[in-house]
């Protein structure tokens, strides 16, 4: 990608939606926003009909980097996430080695810059190696030029609760936030796919709901407690959103993302076998989707959150029970999001706006990502077309991997422009 | 009928025509030449990657009784050992011109990725806790054999319906054939879903039995004491195992089933699983008999 300092005169987009305006991009910064600019040494993208968003965030995308560079590198990932989008990304530390050190973690985030598509921002791990033991050194990263303020076990759940009382006591020192991957070990044993009648049915042992909620309401007590703040990572079941809404309002400081996925995809997807719908949390049913949707809307769910994870053919092209958990999700969660929830009138692109950019950015701590599209702002812009569709070809996607549910399906929407600090990353639908 | 991955996909037609196809051709197990020339020239091959000498050698004979050419390849200790894909074994099996793959695996849904990866017919012959059709299938045939009928048929299938393929098997054959289900296991050892299927549920086999014209035994594993699924082994025999004072309870013409292995002492008493009442002999000799018709069915046609 070549280094631009060039001006961008963005002409008749819609910011977040709302009537055209021309966007002056100089310097990496938002110049100026408002009807009829002119700049006579910018270049012009033409934008009418097209919707501007604040560039996208992720709070969780798996970049398979150290460890599993068949299946995604800090590069490839982020060449997928500028194309679906987004400006910046969090890596989580599920690598191999783990990023339980300020060694690995600044190696990604070093990676990322490198890259250039998209600002990458570590996850540290809660416990050394993800083992649930002992804490990793959470300050050092944090003190680390990667400045690590989002700490997981994602992949895993932090299931001793004394360990997890102790991570989000010791996080509050560098205003640090524990993401918990919600899964009780103990109900989850062996567990394929959620728990009901279309397990039964296949055969696949159950993963319940309460696996995830009961560990949701132990977290969110334990952070009230020691006055601390959680992150719960892909919430998947209606009970879980019931147990938000309740810690919500008493006031406990959590807050939750849902994955595209579990906004639109049910278990009986599971019907065939394939496991390209084996996914961790597993599919819920049509009763999660709706109220994870109606959470989303209301605010109870805070984020979008990709979890994007990328497998190679191999680890998917086998039996269900020995397939690899986890799908794509960068290059097309802004369309699932427009049809899930934005073309059944739940969220408006103001709404959009918040809950994939400014929400993550804010939860994350990236001060540079999810501001608004003004005048003395980070020049991070996402120029999308809502009004068309595309067919989604596996083989076309940017990520290494092809793991989508989505193939072959029309989805709405496409990115033609993604601007990350006043470089595009994407223009005319091109990844730069 | 391209596969057979599970009975659910059995219209009743179809599964009262295996079982008039399987009965014809009991017929040829009696003859002193046990040989029909229906399938010379067609391959089967035994995919087994779980061990049960038992149903593969079934399928085999079947399978020479109707002339095929038969393969047998154990997976256990062959190049899936070495990591070679389930996909990978069924490239090589179309490679071979295999005109049908009966398929025994410890994974759910097995059979039906390889439906999706070979243009031969597949006969699931077991796949981890979902199916085992051909099972089912000889189950109902016995039961007709016996009773001469299915339909109508009061039928208590006792156990570990949980992790119990033949049971998923049963429940949904049984049900097509007009037959009337009870499932009767400890709670823990039942599908959370189970009131959506087309059968009837019970803790207490004391009470199902006085109403039942077929007791069927499952495989009750003493390992799943350790996950918690019930106390103790004694436990288990003394609330839902088969003994001599339970089998009185049954009406005078109830027959009781079990698609082996027995563990004796724990599901069935030896005295019970001896008695006259004990289908378990004819449930192999059956088995037989049914493949043989479903192997005709699926390959047979030109
Ligand atoms: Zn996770």
Redesign the interface.
């Known amino acids: 990608m070549t280094q631009s300092s060039a001006a961008y005169l963005i002409r008749g987009a819609r910011v977040n939606g709302r009537d055209p305006a021309d966007i002056l991009i100089r310097d990496g910064v938002v110049a100026e926003v408002g009807p009829g600019l002119s700049a006579p040494d910018a270049r012009v993208v033409e934008a009418h009909g097209l919707i501007a968003l604040p560039g996208l965030v992720d709070l969780h995308t798996h970049l398979r980097e150290p460890g599993r560079e068949d299946a995604e590198t800090v590069a490839s990932g982020a060449r997928a996430a500028a194309a679906g989008g987004y400006t910046a990304v969090h890596a989580m530390a599920n690598t191999d080695p783990v990023a339980d050190t300020a060694g690995v973690v600044e190696q990604v985030w070093r990676l990322g810059r490198e890259s250039g598509h998209c600002d990458v921002q570590p996850v540290g791990a809660v416990t050394r190696g993800l083992a649930g033991e002992r804490l990793a050194e959470l300050g050092a990263m944090a003190e680390s030029a990667a400045a690590v303020r989002v700490f997981s076990d994602d992949g895993m759940c932090v299931s001793d609760p004394l360990l997890m009382r102790r991570a989000l006591e010791y996080v509050k020192a560098f205003d640090g936030v524990v993401a918990q991957h919600a899964q009780e070990p103990r109900l989850t044993e062996g567990a394929q796919m959620n728990e009901g009648v279309v397990s039964d049915r296949l055969g696949l042992a159950g993963w319940p709901a309460v696996a995830e909620e009961a560990i949701i309401a132990r977290d969110c007590l334990l952070t009230e407690h020691v006055g601390s703040r959680l992150h719960v990572c892909h919430v998947s079941t209606k009970g879980s959103v019931q147990i938000l809404r309740w810690a919500k309002s008493r006031g406990c400081d959590v807050t939750a993302e849902v994955t595209p996925h579990h906004l639109l995809l049910t278990d009986d997807l599971a019907e065939g076998y394939d496991p390209v719908y084996k996914v961790n949390p597993p599919l819920r049913t049509a009763e999660d989707v709706q109220a994870l949707r109606e959470a989303l809307a209301d605010g109870t769910i805070d984020c979008v959150a990709t979890d994007h994870a990328p497998h190679p053919a191999e680890a998917k092209e086998t039996e269900w029970a020995t397939a690899a958990m986890g799908m794509l999700g960068l290059e097309t969660a802004l369309s699932i999001v427009q049809h899930t929830m934005v073309d059944t009138g739940l969220l408006d692109w103001d709404g959009v706006a918040e809950r994939m950019s400014a929400a993550p950015a804010r939860i994350g701590r990236l001060s540079g990502h999810g501001r608004p599209i003004a005048a003395g702002e980070p020049a991070n812009v996402t120029l999308y077309q809502a009004d068309t569709a595309w067919e989604v070809d596996p083989a076309a996607l940017a990520s290494k991997s092809a793991n989508t549910p989505y193939r072959g399906m029309r989805l709405p929407g496409r990115v033609t422009a993604t601007f990350l600090r006043g470089t595009p990353t994407v223009l005319d639908g091109k990844i730069q | 009928m391209r596969h057979l991955l599970s009975t659910?996909d059995l219209s009743r037609e179809e599964a009262t025509l295996v079982l008039d196809t399987a009965a014809e051709l009991a017929q040829v197990s009696g003859r002193s030449v046990k040989k029909l020339p229906t399938l010379r020239g067609r391959t089967v091959v035994n995919l087994f990657y779980e061990d049960s000498t038992r149903t593969r050698t079934s399928f085999e004979l079947a399978a020479k009784r109707l002339s095929a050419d038969v393969v047998n390849f154990s997976a256990k200790g062959s190049s899936v050992s070495k990591g070679e894909?389930?996909?990978d074994t069924a490239l090589t099996l179309q490679a071979m011109g295999a005109d049908g793959v009966v398929v025994r695996?410890?994974?759910?849904?097995?059979a039906?990725?390889l439906a999706?990866w070979v243009d031969g017919a597949v006969l699931n012959a077991g796949?981890?806790?979902?199916?085992h059709p051909t099972q089912a299938l000889l189950d109902a045939y016995t039961m007709r054999a016996r009773m001469g009928r299915v339909e109508g048929l009061r039928v208590a299938v006792v156990g570990d319906v949980l992790h119990s393929?033949v049971a998923?098997s049963n429940v949904l054959l049984l049900h097509t054939l007009g037959a009337e289900v009870t499932l009767v296991a400890p709670p823990t050892l039942m599908?959370?879903?189970?009131h959506?299927?087309p059968c009837a549920v019970s803790y207490d086999l004391d009470a199902v039995l006085p109403k039942s014209d077929v007791v069927m035994l499952l495989r009750v594993q003493a390992e799943r004491m350790r996950?918690a699924f019930f106390p103790t082994a004694r436990e288990y025999s003394r609330r839902y195992g088969l003994d001599r004072d339970r089998l009185a309870r049954l009406p005078d013409d109830a027959i009781v089933m079990h698609p082996g292995p027995m563990v004796r002492g724990m599901e069935i008493s030896a005295e019970v699983a001896d008695s006259p009442r004990s289908t378990v002999n004819e449930q192999v000799a059956n088995g037989v008999s049914v493949r043989m018709a479903v192997l005709y069915l699926l390959l047979g046609g030109s």
């Open positions: 659910g894909s389930l996909k695996h410890a994974a759910s849904g097995a039906h990725r999706g796949d981890g806790t979902h199916e393929r998923r599908p959370v879903s189970v959506t299927w996950h």
